[in-house]
């Protein structure tokens, strides 16, 4: 679990830097989409991932 959360975090700050960029500079709107779409795909990815955990047998 701690390898996704990494990545999780990871692509929430790289969507949240596309996002500003997106909003600050003129005309590069299209980042701003870049960075919201890729911020709900990452929630998506995450609510995924967090529902297909692994069941481990007991030991006999």
């Known amino acids: 679990m701690g390898a996704v959360m990494v ?3 990871l692509l929430v700050l ?3 830097i596309l996002g ?3 909003a ?3 005309g590069l709107g ?3 989409a870049v960075g919201v ?3 709900i ?3 998506a990815f995450v609510a995924v991932a967090g529902t297909r955990r692994v069941r481990r047998r007991p030991v006999r």
């Open 7 to 9: 990545t999780f975090l």
């Open 14 to 16: 790289v969507s949240v």
């Open 20 to 22: 500003i960029i997106g």
């Open 24 to 26: 600050a500079a003129d």
């Open 30 to 32: 299209c980042l701003l």
């Open 37 to 39: 779409v890729l911020f």
């Open 41 to 43: 795909a990452d929630v």
